[in-house]
């Protein structure tokens, strides 16, 4: 092996070399395996002399077969004699004949690294306020009301909130009947209806009156779908929401508590609660975003392609997870396949940029993950697959997934330490305090474990029906 040169900082061109007697070898393997896949008369798949099988495909072939069979071994020995760390499969672009053997060029890609990493410790970012005032637990009641208020009828014009009751029937411009058609249909009054301007068209209306409008038949109505029709409806009975009177016994009948003060106070801690929750994601993905955008970092084209691939792959997974196939997808989203592709370009750098940024801030902070951590992950994981602990990891070491199980707790630490050195804030400038972990919350070696399996290892992320969106980290 030669190493001959450096076209730019994440990559290196290694000149490789099968020797005669290398070859020789890997002639040999060829042979045995062509041999199980052409028929040779007189000798059984896999019996077959290698002179035989020479003959049988050509030696051109043989040779070709061979050095195929031996350059992966002789790249992978050339890549840890250099030293070298891929960051993707090395790549072979020319193979030839040399003085001492068959020679190939072999590109290698890099980790790029990042050198100097953006003040993160004390960094202000603002995020909504998490506090809850007496008006948002009073819409909360409110809705409580709505979710147990009783429908009666009024002799008066309908008015946003109401519900008609309707017969509607659609035609087309052409004349003749259209789908969307219904009898005793009870649509509410302002709101967005099954038709588009069926709700605005009954604003007004009182029981007894006809009101026609242009429409559009909803796109889910198979071949119809977008369709232009004439919507004509008959407005049978107009009907008011009656609220239940907030009292202590509504309230003791209906939920959990005996009273209303007691549900207000319920309320407004379990609001307080799911806004702090909002705003620490809140307070990760902007820190995250300025930090990314702040880093110096320069991604090797063949690193993007591969991370792309993946998650193109990823997304795959998903997809066929609900039956479903990526054709299918562009079919019913009308997106291109190149635009697909352009999206996951996107996300891949994203997804890199992530990835190199964490595990810089972890080499910074001293964040290192150990075998006990390992040890945690795996027992999580298994536990939720309902396996042996130690078939898990058996079967996670042999496809190299302890790896990237380890990257995943380390790059989740880093992001946890990130959130204790950053300083949330409201619009006012107030500073924010997130409650401390309980002792009794879920190791985070094993939930940095559990999100990981769920990737698709997601996000992704985390980004449900698009590979665009969320990094995953």
């Known amino acids: 092996m030669t190493e001959v040169g450096e076209p730019n900082l994440h990559e290196r061109l290694l000149t490789v070399t099968v020797d005669p007697a290398a070859l020789e070898a890997a002639k ?27 003959s049988a495909v050509g030696v051109e072939t043989l040779r070709r077969e061979a050095v195929d069979e031996a350059l992966p071994g002789a790249v992978a020995a050339a890549v840890r004699e250099a030293g070298l760390v891929p960051a993707v499969t090395p790549r072979v672009t020319a193979v030839r004949d040399g003085a001492e053997g068959v020679e ?22 603002v995020v909504d306020s998490p506090e809850v005032g007496e008006s ?7 809705r409580m009301r709505l979710r147990f208020a009783e429908l009666e009828d009024v002799e008066r014009e309908g008015a946003d909130g109401d519900f008609s009751l309707i017969d509607l029937h659609t035609r087309s411009p052409e004349g003749g009947e259209a789908p969307g058609s219904a009898t ?16 605005e068209a009954l604003r007004g209306k009182r029981a007894g009156d006809v009101v026609e409008f242009p429409t559009t038949i909803p796109q889910g109505m198979g071949e119809d779908g977008g369709r232009a029709v004439e919507a004509r409806v008959l407005v049978k009975q107009v009907k008011t929401r009656r609220l239940p009177d907030l009292t202590d016994e509504w309230v003791d009948g209906v939920s959990e ?7 207000r106070e319920r309320l407004q801690a379990d609001l307080r609660r799911l806004r702090l929750s909002a705003a620490r994601v809140e307070l990760e993905e902007r820190l995250l975003e300025q930090l990314r955008d702040e880093i110096d970092l320069r991604l090797p084209p063949d690193l993007i392609d591969a991370e792309a691939e993946a998650v193109l792959h990823r997304f795959a997974h998903r997809l066929e997870a609900r039956r479903a196939t990526i054709e299918q997808y562009l079919a019913a989203t009308g997106q291109s396949r190149e635009s697909l592709v352009a999206d996951a370009r996107s996300q891949a750098v994203l997804n890199l940029r992530t990835r190199l940024l964490l595990e810089a801030v972890a080499a910074a902070e001293g964040i290192e993950v150990g075998e006990d951590d390992l040890e945690r992950a795996v027992a999580a994981l298994a536990a939720e697959a309902g396996a042996d602990p130690a078939d898990y990891r058996r079967a996670l070491d042999e496809g ?14 880093a992001v946890d330490r990130l959130l204790e050195l950053a300083v949330a804030v409201d619009a006012e400038g107030n500073e924010i305090e ?9 190791d ?19 980004n449900e029906g698009d590979p665009s969106g969320s990094p995953e980290v």
């Open 434 to 442: 997130f409650p401390v972990p309980a002792a009794g919350d879920a």
């Open 400 to 413: 190299g997934g302890g790896k990237a199980l380890a990257g995943d707790i380390l790059r989740r630490r």
């Open 184 to 199: 005793d249909f009870l649509v509410e009054v302002g709101a967005e209806g099954f038709l588009p301007g069926l709700g």
């Open 257 to 263: 508590f005996s009273t209303v003060e007691e549900m």
């Open 28 to 54: 040999g393997r060829a042979a045995r395996r062509l041999s199980r896949e052409v028929k040779i008369k007189g000798f059984r798949p896999g019996k077959a002399p290698q002179r035989l099988v020479e």
């Open 444 to 462: 985070p070696a094993a939930a940095a474990g559990a999100s990981a399996e769920g990737d698709d290892e997601a996000a992704d992320v985390e």
């Open 104 to 125: 190939a060029d072999v590109r290698v890609t890099l980790w790029p690294e990042v050198t100097a990493l953006p003040e993160y410790r004390g960094r202000r970012i």
């Open 136 to 142: 948002d637990v009073d819409a909360q009641v409110e």
